[in-house]
């Protein structure tokens, strides 16, 4: 296979540049007889589009204030299959959505709009939520459930950025309160690591000193905790990284 090569196309914005966007995509993708692979979309008329043109893509990106409704995120999930990563920046004030994210990969900012059944009942490889209102008995409930083997069975990797008010030891005792847990001294040949979607791979921290869980079928559980200030806030990075050791 030859090296990739990348094609961008920039429009001189006359009132109209939606429009002419999607006139184009459709163009080239009937010349070159090739879909889409990923899409940003900046605004709501753009799901429709897409949705009727190509409802099956590989990475649907979707910027801040484009979705301010739970019933266009039910469109989105209902008639949209994203086969790779989905990413969702938008900000509103709808009621929770309890539905899981259908979806394999997932980086939801603002994550208030979901609860905690959205994420139990996923099916999804890979979530990352930002600015979400989970709390540590949230997390504690996640990691329970995982390590009995009847939620989140495809998870590979778990992030969660959350506010808090605790410092960080108490922070972490509250999410490890009545789990089986041990720690662990070494790496035991844990990936440092995890492939988000085919074009990004993130680094795990690659520290020995974390907490461990065990799944009865043997998959490990890695736990790290990160606190951060942010603007005088406390903002806690809770990762957490399924494996499984070397015979």
């Known amino acids: 296979?030859?090296?990739?090569?990348y094609h961008f196309l920039f429009l001189k914005d006359n009132?109209?540049?939606i429009e002419e966007i999607k006139l184009m995509i459709e163009h080239i993708c009937e010349v070159f007889r090739s879909p889409i692979t990923g899409i940003t979309i900046v605004e709501e008329s753009l799901i429709d589009w897409i949705i009727k043109f190509q409802p099956t893509i590989r990475y649907v990106w979707?910027?801040?204030d484009v979705v301010n409704s739970v019933g266009t995120l039910d469109r989105i999930f209902e008639n949209l299959n994203v086969t790779n990563h989905f990413r969702l920046k938008s900000i509103g004030n709808e009621p929770i959505m309890t539905d899981p994210i259908p979806f394999p990969s997932i980086s939801i900012y603002n994550f208030y709009w979901f609860d905690l059944p959205s994420i139990l009942n996923g099916t999804n490889a890979i979530i990352r939520l930002y600015r979400s209102i989970l709390t540590t008995i949230d997390i504690n409930t996640i990691l329970k459930e995982w390590q009995l083997g009847y939620y989140l069975y495809n998870l590979e990797y778990l992030e969660i950025e959350t506010f808090t008010f605790l410092e960080r030891y108490d922070f972490i005792l509250e999410v490890l309160k009545n789990l089986d847990w041990t720690p662990n001294f070494g790496n035991e040949g844990r990936p440092t690591t995890v492939?988000?979607?085919?074009?990004?791979?993130?680094?795990v921290p690659r520290e020995d000193s974390r907490f461990n869980i065990i799944r009865f079928d043997g998959m490990v559980g890695s736990m790290f905790f990160r606190m951060r200030n942010d603007g005088g806030n406390r903002k806690m990075i809770?990762?957490?990284?399924?494996?499984?050791?070397?015979?």
């Not at 809770?238 to 015979?247: D, H, L």
């Open 238 to 247: 809770f990762m957490f990284q399924v494996w499984r050791k070397q015979a």
């Open 15 to 17: 009132g109209n540049v």
């Open 62 to 64: 979707i910027n801040d």
């Open 195 to 203: 492939k988000v979607n085919d074009e990004h791979i993130c680094t």
């Open 1 to 5: 296979m030859g090296p990739k090569v």
